[in-house]
């Protein structure tokens, strides 16, 4: 079974500055996808960007940008240049590749980020 | 991009009735969907994975005759909380993933399920 741990229940950034969140998990699989999901107050989950296990180079998306550690399996985000409206619950998932059947997302518990002026 | 909607978004009932909560994938077909159930200020808890055309599969712990889920067609699943009760208060969120991109789920807005 895999499990995934964030240990940042809640962190804070002022706007314009970086953040980072971090992910740790475990798993005896060697192909897998890794995801960063933003909750705002909404609670329409959004992704914020995905890794494929495979691939050694670090996703990017604009502002979000992530550091994985394969060996140390590590996933932490990254957020530059904060805005108000990345206020949110972040959270990591972990989702087996597998094509044939349904792959299902494990998720951290997550962490509260707020953006403060 | 792709776009899942959950009907209601909320609802109010009274205890010992039935509840159905629609989930619906609007421009995409998808074979399975996914239905969570999340309590204030914690993760996504996975209920059980809705197929097309065939049973769900429930998570342990998760009671089958209580969480009826219904997957009909390759856009709609629904979920029915029967004979509900207070602690089944929560919001239910469901996902849905491409038939073609299996890698992908796309989530609903969710819905906040409170029982009198």
């Known amino acids: 079974a895999q499990t995934v741990t964030q240990s940042q229940p809640e962190m804070s950034v002022q706007e314009a500055e970086t953040v980072t969140l971090s992910c740790t998990y475990d798993?005896?699989?060697?192909?897998?996808?890794l995801f960063w999901y933003k909750q705002p107050p909404s609670r329409q989950m959004i992704l914020v960007i995905r890794q494929e296990a495979y691939k050694q180079q670090n996703a990017t998306e604009n502002r979000f940008s992530v550091n994985f550690q394969k060996a140390a399996k590590s996933f932490s985000l990254k957020i530059s240049d904060s805005q108000l409206g990345d206020t949110a619950m972040y959270f990591c998932?972990?989702?087996?590749?597998?094509?044939?059947?349904?792959?299902?997302?494990?998720f951290g518990t997550g962490t509260r980020l707020q953006v403060t002026l | 991009g792709a776009v899942v909607s959950q009907h209601p978004s909320w609802v109010i009932c009274k205890s010992g009735t039935s509840v159905k909560i629609e989930c619906r994938s609007l421009?995409?077909?998808?074979?399975?969907m996914f239905w969570y159930r999340q309590f204030p200020k914690q993760s996504l808890m996975l209920m059980a994975t809705?197929?097309?055309?065939?049973?769900?599969?429930?998570e342990q712990g998760v009671e089958k005759d209580k969480f009826l889920i219904n997957h009909a067609s390759l856009t709609l699943s629904t979920l029915t909380v029967t004979s509900a009760h207070p602690e089944d208060s929560s919001f239910y969120i469901c996902?849905?993933?491409?038939?073609?991109?299996?890698?992908?789920?796309?989530f609903g807005p969710g819905t906040r399920l409170t029982v009198l």
């Open positions: 421009d995409f077909q998808a074979t399975t």
């Open positions: 998932a972990f989702m087996r590749m597998n094509t044939g059947t349904a792959s299902k997302l494990t």
């Open positions: 809705s197929n097309e055309g065939s049973k769900a599969t429930y």
């Open positions: 798993t005896s699989e060697n192909n897998y996808y």
């Open positions: 996902s849905a993933r491409d038939s073609v991109n299996y890698n992908e789920q796309f």
